[in-house]
């Protein structure tokens, strides 16, 4: 499944976007990693999902590469969307 990439304005350094990220996805239950090249998100120490990114100034443009079997890419946006704003996920 190909998933479209997709941008998210973002305030701060990208050290303090993926500390913001780290706090949201935590909060649901979720993990963030970031290599340097790649955001994996883990539920229980598995990946769940995995993207490339690239920051443009104070925007990332991400693309999934690795979703759940059978779940849809636009939740799986929505879900990192949320992480990157700070905000949860529903």
């Known amino acids: 499944m190909d998933c479209t990439p ?3 304005d973002f305030t701060g350094t990208p050290e303090e976007l993926f500390a913001k990220m780290q ?13 340097g090249e790649t955001i ?6 598995f990946t769940v999902a995995k993207a490339t990114y690239h920051i443009t100034g104070q925007q ?4 999934i590469t690795q979703n759940p079997p059978g779940y849809p890419c636009e939740k799986t946006q929505h879900i990192m ?3 990157i ?6």
């Open 23 to 35: 706090q949201a996805a935590s909060e649901q239950n979720f993990a963030v990693s970031n290599d």
């Open 60 to 63: 990332v443009t991400i693309t």
């Open 6 to 8: 997709f941008t998210v």
């Open 85 to 90: 704003t700070g905000g949860v996920s529903s």
């Open 81 to 83: 969307t949320k992480f």
């Open 40 to 45: 994996s998100v883990k539920v229980l120490g």
